[in-house]
T-cell receptor, first 113, second 113 residues
Framework: GEQVEQRPPHLSVREGDSAIIICTYT??????FSWYKQEAGAGLQLLMS?????DRKEEQGLTVLLNKKDKRLSLNLTAAHPGDSAVYFC????????????FGDGTVLTVKP | DPKIIQKPKYLVAVTGSEKILICEQY?????MYWYRQSAKKPLEFMFS???????DNQTASSRFQPQSSKKNHLDLQITALKPDDSATYFC????????????FGEGTRLSVL
């Protein structure tokens, strides 16, 4: 079935350090992958989306890597700052006809000054 | 200005009652979705609609009924409310067929007493 595992569930880093979040998925029939950020009491903010045929994408201090062989997706926040503290979710789109996303369980990121 | 409007932001209901959660999007998207976020299941797909037609339904209970009066509206009617229905309900939208990740509203936080 369509499953997504995300780790770690909690991550604490110092300001200026990198934070890496990893998701693994089970089904190879994927269309695209997305990362979302959720601040306390707020909705989900789309950070970045990559198609299944893209191995790497960088935008504004964020790097997404896709390893299709290992079915692994990662998000790297370089030089994290306290404003990056939030819950991060990966999401996998298996079926673009229905638009359904399968989400990981989330990573609570804390960036300490 | 928010482009996906969900109303109300907070909702308290008694067990057995019925509520309607409102969602309107002004992004010109042709597909809309409902997701649920609770402590038990972080982000769970419920429905997807495109051009006011149901594309996918992953909700087991018929107590949850989407209603689309216009292309940019997708309300969610919940009947016979139970305490287990307490969650944050997110509406999202995207342009179907473009491998485009959905954008989310701010959510409606429902508490069933």
């Amino acid at each position: 079935g369509e499953q997504v595992e995300q780790r770690p569930p909690h991550l604490s880093v110092r300001e200026g350090d990198s934070a890496i979040i990893i998701c693994t998925y089970t089904d190879s029939a994927t269309a695209y992958f997305s990362w979302y950020k959720q601040e306390a009491g707020a909705g989900l903010q789309l950070l970045m989306s990559v198609l299944s045929n893209v191995d790497r994408k960088e935008e504004q201090g964020l790097t997404v890597l896709l390893n299709k062989k290992d079915k692994r997706l990662s998000l790297n926040l370089t030089a994290a700052h306290p404003g990056d503290s939030a819950v991060y979710f990966c999401a996998v789109a298996y079926n673009t006809n229905t638009g359904k996303l399968t989400f990981g369980d989330g990573t609570v990121l804390t960036v300490k000054p | 200005d928010p482009k996906i409007i969900q109303k109300p932001k907070y909702l308290v209901a008694v067990t057995g009652s019925e509520k309607i959660l409102i969602c309107e999007q002004y992004l010109g998207h042709n597909a809309m979705y409902w997701y649920r976020q609770s402590a038990k299941k972080p982000l769970e797909f419920m429905f997807s609609y495109s051009y006011q037609k149901l594309m996918d339904n992953q909700t087991a209970s018929s107590r949850f009924q989407p209603q689309s009066s216009k292309k940019n509206h997708l309300d969610l009617q919940i009947t016979a409310l139970k305490p287990d229905d307490s969650a944050t309900y997110f509406c999202a939208s995207s342009q179907r067929g473009n491998n485009q990740a959905p954008l989310f509203g701010e959510g409606t936080r429902l508490s069933v007493l």
